[in-house]
């Protein structure tokens, strides 16, 4: 059964730093992974999928990264921003097809202060 | 941008009332999803739907949840004699053929008192 985990639980930057969240599965046969955004009491916004067959993405000032071999993905924002204060999600997709669904992690909660 | 819509954003019910949480995916998706959040903990799995059939579901979607796509454009989630351990974020979620890609709508939060 694939379980992720994700590391810190919250973390708390001021505006301008660049920082790394992570990520790590228990199953590699993982076929590929998604970072989400989930604001207070809202829903999720996707922000990168990572395929089995890549090892980053990148959208902006969001980076992901891929590494099956040693079950871990990370999420890099550069130059941190308060907006971005939210929940960030990662969650790997197992199964292909019609079996294809999403475990996700406990999230990583980030507030970036002024 | 297409988007997942849901419908209501907030539903109060009662201890075993019946509840239909709706739900309309991005237009030309074929794969669609229930995921539940319980205040605090983590999204997850209940239900996969694809060619007006369940792909797979979750110990979770047991006899008291049902899936339906009544026409070409909505799917809903039938929850039956609601319990109070219902009572969570139900998140829909739909993607395309040439993507593992999903998409989220923003939820609906089910309170059962």
């Known amino acids: 059964k694939q379980e992720v985990t994700q590391i810190p639980a919250a973390l708390s930057v001021p505006e301008g730093e660049n920082l790394v969240l992570n990520c790590s599965f228990t199953d590699s046969a993982i076929y590929n992974l998604q970072w989400f955004r989930q604001d207070p009491g809202k829903g999720l916004t996707s922000l990168l999928l990572?395929?089995?067959?890549?090892r980053e993405q990148t959208s902006g000032r969001l980076n992901a990264s891929l590494d099956k071999s040693s079950g871990r993905s990370t999420l890099y924002i550069a130059a941190s921003q308060p907006g971005d204060s939210a929940t960030y999600l990662c969650?790997?997709?197992?199964?292909?097809?019609?079996?294809?669904?999403?475990?996700f992690g406990t999230g990583t909660r980030l507030q970036v202060t002024l | 941008e297409p988007e997942v819509t849901q419908t209501p954003s907030h539903q109060v019910t009662q201890m075993g009332q019946e509840v239909i949480l709706r739900c309309v995916p991005i237009?030309?998706?074929?794969?669609f999803y229930w995921y539940r959040q319980i205040l605090g903990q983590k999204v997850e799995f209940l239900v996969s739907f694809y060619n007006n059939e369940i792909s797979e579901k979750s110990e979770i979607f047991d006899d008291q949840f049902s899936v339906e796509r009544p026409d070409g454009s909505n799917f809903t989630l039938k929850i039956r004699s609601t319990k109070l351990e219902d009572s969570a974020m139900y998140f829909c979620?739909?993607?395309?053929?040439?993507?593992?890609?999903?998409?989220f709508g923003q939820g609906t939060r089910l309170t059962v008192v």
């Open positions: 990572i395929q089995s067959s890549q």
């Open positions: 979620a739909s993607r395309g053929t040439g993507s593992y890609e999903a998409f």
């Open positions: 237009s030309n998706h074929l794969y």
């Open positions: 969650a790997g997709g197992v199964g292909t097809g019609t079996a294809s669904k999403l475990t």
